[in-house]
């Protein structure tokens, strides 16, 4: 199946831990995107990433980190230095400019 | 600053009424638009684009989009709302034509059977 995979679906961790959400994807586009989402507020961009070994900072990018090592995966890390960590996380990607973002399942991530 | 705006939070519709959208937004040039829908709990699918060119655009599900430069406009609309059609509706624009999007606040809608 071609797409987005983003795991885990619901993700617990406790205050003051970092976390790992994972972003695969085979439908071979070269740029990835992080977005956060909260009640009310719509999608903010976190980081993206237009080619392997590169990424940019988005403008929500405090207390988020990525690495792109390879064309398929973009996993984003939500670390102790993020204030609210609560809320639903959305990878997408894209084949260029002039194109549309697809979008992966998201990730709940609960901080308690 | 850049912005897009949906002025309407919620919105409920009988189902078989038509429906209409608002999304407005504010920038420089004309960015690349686009209306997106989530289900609760789901990722977004795009509905429609637009990019250049005709300013009525179709989307699937049997959603349109008008383009109004002079508005600074991009209101969907469907003819005939069913009740798979409730849902959360996000208005994105792209300024730069790289993906990186600016999305609004979503509209919630409602079909009341």
């Known amino acids: 199946d071609g797409g987005i995979t983003q795991s885990p679906k619901y993700l617990f961790r406790k205050e003051g831990q970092n976390v790992t959400l994972s972003c695969e994807q085979n439908?071979?586009?070269?740029?990835m995107y992080w977005y956060r989402q909260d009640p009310g507020q719509g999608l903010r961009l976190i980081y993206y990433?237009?080619?392997?070994?590169?990424?940019q900072k988005g403008d929500i990018a405090e207390g988020y980190s990525v690495s792109r090592e390879k064309k398929e995966s973009f996993p984003l890390t939500v670390t102790s230095a993020q204030k609210n960590p609560t809320a639903f996380y959305l990878c997408a990607t894209g084949r260029g400019e002039n194109t549309e973002a697809f979008f992966g399942q998201g990730t709940r991530l609960t901080v308690v | 600053a850049q912005s897009v705006t949906q002025p309407d939070i919620h919105i409920t519709v009988s189902e078989g009424a038509s429906l209409e959208l608002r999304c407005n937004y504010s920038?420089?040039?004309?960015?690349?638009l686009f209306w997106y829908v989530q289900s609760p709990g789901q990722g977004l699918q795009l509905l429609l684009k637009y990019f250049s060119g005709d300013t009525l655009v179709q989307g699937i599900k049997g959603f349109e989009a008008e383009f109004k430069r002079s508005q600074s406009s991009f209101n969907l609309r469907k003819p005939s709302v069913h009740w798979s059609d409730a849902a959360e509706y996000f208005c994105a624009v792209d300024p730069g034509g790289g993906n990186k999007l600016t999305f609004g606040t979503g509209t919630q809608l409602k079909v009341e059977l």
């Open positions: 920038y420089g040039a004309t960015p690349y």
């Open positions: 439908l071979n586009h070269d740029a």
């Open positions: 990433s237009q080619i392997v070994n590169d990424f």
